[in-house]
């Protein structure tokens, strides 16, 4: 996560209020819009804030997106998917029997156990929480 990106989030979390406006932050953290702009519009695409409606406001406000946390974890299969493929791709390239292939064999597990076990920790999550 880029310095700004995590100043964003890190306001955002802190913040005495539900939701703040992108010059708010701007403000706060001593950064340029710009900066706001693409730290939005990061954590809006992982999942991790969202957009809020502010009555008798014409700013955007954003927030912290509740369950954002599992939210973010449940997208990570697709990058974990990948690391399990890039794992296979480099076994069958380096064959058996080599060290590399005992170190992508163990990177490949690990993925594979992560693939397997996180759907059930996020939901065993969710349940707790209610």
């Given at each position: 996560?880029?310095?700004?990106?995590?100043?964003?989030?890190?306001?955002?979390?802190?913040?005495?209020?539900?939701?703040?406006?992108?010059p708010?932050?701007?403000?706060?953290?001593?950064?340029?819009?710009?900066?706001v702009?693409?730290a939005?519009?990061?954590?809006?695409?992982?999942?991790?804030i969202?957009?809020?409606?502010?009555?008798?406001?014409?700013?955007?406000?954003?927030?912290?997106?509740?369950?954002?946390?599992?939210?973010?974890?449940t997208?990570?299969?697709?990058?974990?998917?990948?690391?399990?493929?890039?794992?296979?791709?480099g076994?069958a390239?380096?064959?058996?029997?080599?060290?590399?292939?005992?170190?992508?064999?163990e990177m490949?597990?690990?993925?594979?156990?992560?693939l397997?076990?996180?759907?059930?920790?996020?939901?065993?999550?969710?349940?707790?929480?209610?």
């Amino acid at each position: 996560m880029q310095k700004a990106t995590a100043r964003v989030l890190a306001a955002l979390l802190f913040a005495d209020v539900d939701a703040v406006t992108a010059p708010d932050l701007a403000e706060w953290l001593g950064i340029s819009s710009g900066s706001v702009s693409g730290a939005i519009k990061m954590l809006s695409t992982v999942g991790l804030i969202e957009r809020v409606p502010a009555p008798g406001s014409r700013r955007e406000h954003y927030r912290i997106r509740p369950g954002c946390w599992a939210t973010l974890m449940t997208g990570q299969n697709a990058t974990l998917q990948a690391m399990l493929q890039a794992a296979e791709e480099g076994i069958a390239a380096t064959g058996p029997d080599t060290p590399a292939a005992v170190r992508l064999e163990e990177m490949r597990d690990f993925y594979g156990f992560m693939l397997q076990e996180l759907p059930a920790l996020v939901e065993r999550w969710q349940s707790r929480r209610g």
